[in-house]
C-alpha cells in the first residue's frame, strides 16, 4: 500500500497543508483520482474503505471500487461556505491541466525592478542579484561586497555613524549581512536603513519597512533594535521575523529563537516580552501588543520562495501575491473578500498566470491578465 497517498488523503480530510512537492511523485493516474476524489467530495469515504481493507494493494482496489460506482452517484463539485477553509487549492498547482481557453488570459511582463541601494550621499546604485563586486564609500574606502543575491559588509574604522539603505522591489527577495555578521532576508516590497558600521558604546539600530527575518549576531554590551514603524524590537542575540509593511494595519514579531523585547514609541517604558514559537502583533493606531502563539514556518517560509496561507482572508493573500510577483490585482468579486484560504505555493515554481488559474477554477470566477494588471471580474 501507498503510504504516502494514505498521508495526502488524511491531511486532506483533516484540512492540513499538504506537501506539494511530495504530490509529484505520483503516477498521473494518482493525482487524476485523488482530483476526482476532491470533486466529489469522496476523501473521507477513500480513507475509510482503505483502513477497512485487509488487501495488500487497498489503494488499488479502490480505485476499482471508484470506477464502478462513478455513474451511480456525485456529490456536489465543491461548497465554498462563508469563511471557509479552501483546502483543495493546495493541490490545484499539480492536479489541472492547464486549458489556455478557459480564460482570456495574457502572459504577465516581466518589467524587472531593479534592487536599489541607496549610498550616504543619496547615491543610488542598481544591483542584479547575479552580481559580484565591491561595496565603497563615496571616498572610494570598501565597506564590504556583493556575492549573487546577498551583500557582505566587513568592520571598518568608521568612527561615526554612514548609514546605506536597501530596497527591494516587489517580485524579488534579497539579503544582507551586516559588519556584525547578522544576517537579514529582506522580503519583496522591503526596505532596511543600516549603518555600514556599528559604533563601539551605542546600539546596534537598523530601520525596516516591509518584512524581514533577522538572525542576530548575540553582543550583550550592544543591544539590537529593530525600529518598524510604530513598533521597536530589541534584542541581544535571536532569530524572528518582522513584518510591517506600509499598507497593513498590523506589525507583526514571531520570534523562532531567543528572547526580544517590545515597546512602541509613544510607551517605551511598556516593554513586552515575547517567547519562541509566539508572535506578537500590533495595530499602528492602537498601543496595545497581542500575544499569540503560532507556527514560526508559516511565517519565514517566504525566505525559501514558499507562501503558505492558512486561514488567510482573501484580500491579505492577494496582498502577498502581488508583492511576491510584482503585480497589481483589481478584485470586483465582493463575494470572495468573504473567503478564507488555506493554500501553499511556491514563487520559485508555480508563475502567477498558475495560481490565478487555480484559484478561478475552484470559485468559478473570471479573470484577465494584461501587462502587469489582474482583474477579477
Same mark, same amino acid.
Not at 541607496?118 to 565597506?143: F, H, K, M, P
Not at 527577495?173 to 532576508?185: G, K, Q
Not at 546600539?203 to 525596516?208: A, G, N
Given at each position: 500500500m501507498n503510504q504516502h497517498i494514505i498521508s495526502i488523503l488524511k491531511q486532506l480530510q483533516q484540512g492540513e497543508n499538504v506537501d506539494l512537492y511530495a504530490i509529484k511523485h505520483l503516477s498521473t493516474e494518482d493525482k487524476t483520482l485523488i482530483e476526482d476524489l476532491l470533486k466529489q467530495n469522496l476523501v473521507g469515504e477513500a480513507l475509510e474503505f482503505i483502513e477497512n481493507t485487509s488487501q495488500q494493494n487497498q489503494w488499488h482496489s479502490f480505485k476499482s471500487k471508484l470506477k464502478e460506482q462513478k455513474h451511480k452517484r456525485r456529490k456536489p463539485y465543491f461548497i465554498a461556505l462563508k469563511y471557509a477553509a479552501i483546502i483543495i487549492v493546495l493541490f490545484g498547482v499539480f492536479l489541472f491541466s492547464k486549458n489556455p481557453t478557459q480564460q482570456p488570459a495574457e502572459h504577465v511582463v516581466n518589467n524587472e525592478k531593479s534592487i %536599489? *541601494? +541607496?549610498?550616504?550621499?543619496? %547615491?543610488?546604485?542598481?544591483?542584479?542579484?547575479?552580481?559580484?563586486?565591491?561595496?565603497? !564609500?563615496?571616498?572610494? &574606502? +570598501?565597506?564590504?561586497?556583493?556575492?549573487? &543575491?546577498? *551583500?557582505?559588509?566587513?568592520?571598518? %574604522?568608521?568612527?561615526? *555613524?554612514?548609514?546605506?539603505?536597501?530596497?527591494? @522591489? &516587489?517580485?524579488?527577495?534579497?539579503?544582507?549581512?551586516? $559588519?556584525?555578521?547578522?544576517?537579514?532576508? !529582506?522580503?519583496?516590497?522591503? $526596505?532596511?536603513?543600516? @549603518?555600514? &558600521?556599528? +559604533?563601539?558604546?551605542? @546600539?546596534? %539600530?537598523?530601520?525596516? $519597512?516591509?518584512?524581514?527575518?533577522f538572525n542576530v549576531t548575540k553582543d550583550t554590551a550592544h543591544p539590537f533594535i529593530v525600529h518598524a514603524d510604530a513598533v521597536n524590537v530589541k534584542v541581544l542575540g535571536t532569530s524572528f521575523n518582522v513584518s510591517a509593511y506600509p499598507k497593513a494595519s498590523n506589525i507583526e514579531t514571531v520570534l523562532v529563537e531567543g528572547a526580544v523585547q517590545l515597546f512602541k514609541n509613544e510607551t517605551p517604558d511598556q516593554k513586552t516580552v515575547l517567547e519562541p514559537g509566539y508572535m506578537a502583533e500590533s495595530k499602528k493606531t492602537e498601543s496595545a501588543i497581542g500575544i499569540t502563539k503560532v507556527n514560526t514556518a508559516l511565517y519565514t517560509s517566504w525566505i525559501s520562495g514558499d507562501l503558505i496561507f492558512k486561514k488567510t482572508p482573501f484580500t491579505k493573500m492577494l496582498d502577498c501575491l502581488e508583492r511576491s510577483y510584482d503585480v497589481k490585482i483589481i478584485n470586483n468579486n465582493e463575494n470572495l473578500n468573504a473567503l478564507n484560504f488555506n493554500a501553499s505555493f511556491n514563487v520559485n515554481i508555480e508563475s502567477i498566470s498558475d495560481i490565478m488559474e487555480i484559484l478561478s477554477e475552484m470559485q468559478s470566477f473570471k479573470y484577465t491578465i494584461k501587462d502587469k494588471i489582474i482583474l477579477i471580474e
Open positions: %536599489e *541601494l +541607496i549610498l550616504e550621499n543619496g %547615491e543610488v546604485q542598481r544591483i542584479s542579484a547575479t552580481d559580484s563586486q565591491e561595496i565603497a !564609500l563615496t571616498n572610494g &574606502n +570598501i565597506i564590504g561586497s556583493q556575492n549573487g &543575491n546577498q *551583500l557582505n559588509y566587513k568592520k571598518s %574604522e568608521l568612527k561615526k *555613524l554612514v548609514y546605506n539603505e536597501l530596497k527591494i @522591489p &516587489n517580485g524579488k527577495r534579497f539579503s544582507i549581512a551586516l $559588519s556584525d555578521e547578522t544576517l537579514v532576508h !529582506l522580503n519583496a516590497g522591503s $526596505s532596511l536603513r543600516y @549603518p555600514v &558600521n556599528f +559604533i563601539a558604546g551605542q @546600539p546596534r %539600530e537598523v530601520y525596516l $519597512s516591509g518584512e524581514g527575518y
